[in-house]
C-alpha cells in the first residue's frame, strides 16, 4: 500500500510530497507567497493545502495507510481533534472579519467614520455641482464665502427655509367644507429642509430648528432663548448638544458618540434633542412608542397622544384651532420629521400634519397659494396606516424649568429619559 497522491490517486510512495508539489502545485498555496489564502499544513508529512476540504482527504490517505495501523484509534482521534481546531479557528477568523466589516459600516451609517462634517460635504457637493457643470464658478465662491461667515457666526443661512405655511394651513381650513370635522395647528412654524451639507444626515437638526423657530416666537421661552434669537447652523447644534452634554446630560448617549458631534456626520435623535432642550431649561419629556397598538403594525395611541397634547386647551366647538402649542418632534429608526397639527375626519379618523425635513423648499412653497384646493395637502398628511416603523419617540415641549428642575433633570437623564407607552 504505497500511499497515493490526493488529487490524482497516482501511487507516489515516499515522494508523495515532491509529486505533489511538481504536478499539482498550482493548486497549493506555498508559504510566503503573499497571496493572502489561508494555508493549511499536514500534521504528518507538513504538506501545505490551501484549502481544509483537500487537507481532510489528504490526512484520510495517511489513516488509511499500514504505518498507523498500529494504535491507529488514537492517531485517528488526535487528527479529527486537530482538524476540528483547525475548522473552529477558521470560522472565527472569519466572524471576526465579518464583525469588523459590519462596525466599519455602522460607524459610516452614523457618520462616526471621521469622513467630515457640514462643511465638508457643503464643499465638495458644490465642487461636484460646478464639475457637472451645473454651478459657475464665481456662484461658488459666493456661496462658500457666505457659508463660511454663516459657520462663523453659528447661524443658519435661511436658504432652505419656508415661512407662513401654518398661517396658509389656517385660512385653508376656514374654507374648507369637505371631511375635515376639527383642526389643530400648533403655533406658527418655520419649514427647514436639508441642504448640500447635511442631505443624507440633517434630518434631526432640521427638526429642532423647525421646533425652535416656534419657540421664538413665543414670549414664555424669551428668557431660555436669550442667547439662541437666530437659528444656529448644524455645527453651532452639534456644539449646543456637546454643551449639554458636558453639563452631565445624558453621559451613556454622549458616549455613543465618543463625547463629539462637531465636525462629523453624525446622526442624531430624541435622547440628543431632549438634552439639548432641557439643558435650555426648556420643559419636555420623551415618549416612547416601543410597539405596535393596532393591526397591521400601525400606532393608533400615537395619534391619540398627539390629539390630547393638542386639544387640551382648545376643546371648544371651533373647526379650526389655532393653538398656542409648540411643534412635536417625531422620530423613528432612520428619520425624523415634525407634528403641526392633527386633522380629525367627520368620520373620526385622525390625520398628523408633519414637516418632513426631505421635502425641498419648491414643494413647500405650493402650500402658501391661496386658492390651493388642498391636494399638495397630501405633503404633510399622514393617516394612521402610514405609520408604520417598528418604533416611534417623540418629542413634546411644554413649558420652562426652573434651574432646580433642570438640574433635577439632568440628574435623571443619568439614568433614564423616556417613558414607555404600554
Avoid at 402658501?368 to 397630501?378: E, F, I, P, R, T
Wanted: some cysteine.
Amino acid at each position: 500500500g504505497l500511499p497515493e497522491c490526493p488529487f490524482c490517486g497516482e501511487a507516489a510512495g515516499r515522494e508523495l510530497e515532491a509529486h505533489v508539489r511538481a504536478r499539482h502545485g498550482h493548486l497549493l498555496g506555498a508559504p510566503g507567497t503573499g497571496n493572502g489564502e489561508q494555508l493549511y499544513e499536514c500534521p504528518v508529512c507538513s504538506l501545505t493545502c490551501t484549502n481544509i476540504q483537500i487537507l481532510e482527504e489528504h490526512v484520510d490517505l495517511h489513516l488509511q495507510e499500514h504505518s498507523f495501523s498500529e494504535g491507529g484509534n488514537i492517531r485517528d482521534l488526535e487528527l479529527a481533534q486537530w482538524l476540528q481546531s483547525e475548522e473552529d479557528k477558521r470560522q472565527r477568523s472569519e466572524e471576526e472579519k465579518r464583525e469588523r466589516e459590519e462596525f466599519k459600516k455602522l460607524q459610516r451609517q452614523y457618520g462616526l467614520d471621521n469622513s467630515g462634517g457640514y462643511k465638508q460635504q457643503f464643499l465638495k457637493n458644490m465642487e461636484k455641482e460646478v464639475d457637472r457643470g451645473r454651478m459657475q464658478p464665481f456662484e461658488y465662491h459666493k456661496r462658500k464665502a457666505d457659508m463660511m461667515e454663516c459657520l462663523a457666526f453659528g447661524i443658519d443661512d435661511g436658504k432652505t427655509k419656508t415661512s407662513g405655511v401654518i398661517e396658509a394651513l389656517c385660512k385653508y381650513y376656514q374654507n374648507e367644507n369637505k371631511d375635515v370635522k376639527h383642526v389643530w395647528l400648533s403655533t406658527g412654524v418655520d419649514h427647514f429642509h436639508s441642504s448640500l451639507g447635511d442631505r443624507g444626515w440633517g434630518c434631526g437638526y432640521r427638526n429642532f430648528q423647525m421646533l425652535l423657530s416656534s419657540l421664538l416666537q413665543n414670549s414664555l421661552y424669551n428668557d431660555c432663548l436669550r442667547d439662541t434669537t437666530l437659528i444656529p447652523s448644524i455645527p453651532k447644534i452639534q456644539s449646543m448638544i456637546e454643551d449639554a452634554w458636558r453639563e452631565g446630560f445624558d453621559p451613556h448617549g454622549a458616549s455613543h458618540f465618543n463625547n463629539r458631534l462637531h465636525g462629523s456626520k453624525a446622526w442624531i435623535g430624541a435622547c440628543e434633542i431632549y438634552s439639548l432642550l432641557t439643558s435650555l431649561r426648556i420643559k419636555c419629556q420623551i415618549i416612547d412608542f416601543h410597539k405596535p397598538t393596532g393591526p397591521m403594525g400601525t400606532h393608533p395611541r400615537l395619534f391619540e397622544w398627539v390629539l390630547r397634547y393638542y386639544s387640551t386647551e382648545n376643546e371648544g366647538g371651533a373647526k379650526v384651532m389655532c393653538t398656542s402649542k409648540p411643534p412635536i418632534y417625531l422620530q423613528h429608526q432612520g428619520h425624523s420629521r415634525t407634528v403641526v397639527g392633527i386633522e380629525e375626519k367627520k368620520n373620526k379618523t385622525l390625520c398628523l400634519l408633519l414637516f418632513d425635513p426631505g421635502c425641498p423648499s419648491q414643494e413647500m412653497q405650493k402650500l402658501l397659494k391661496q386658492n390651493s384646493d388642498g391636494a399638495s395637502l397630501k405633503l404633510l398628511r399622514k393617516f394612521v396606516g402610514s405609520l408604520k416603523e417598528k418604533q416611534y419617540q417623540i418629542v413634546a415641549v411644554d413649558g420652562v424649568l426652573s434651574l432646580e428642575e433642570k438640574t433635577a433633570r439632568c440628574h435623571a437623564s443619568q439614568v433614564l429619559t423616556s417613558e414607555k407607552i404600554p
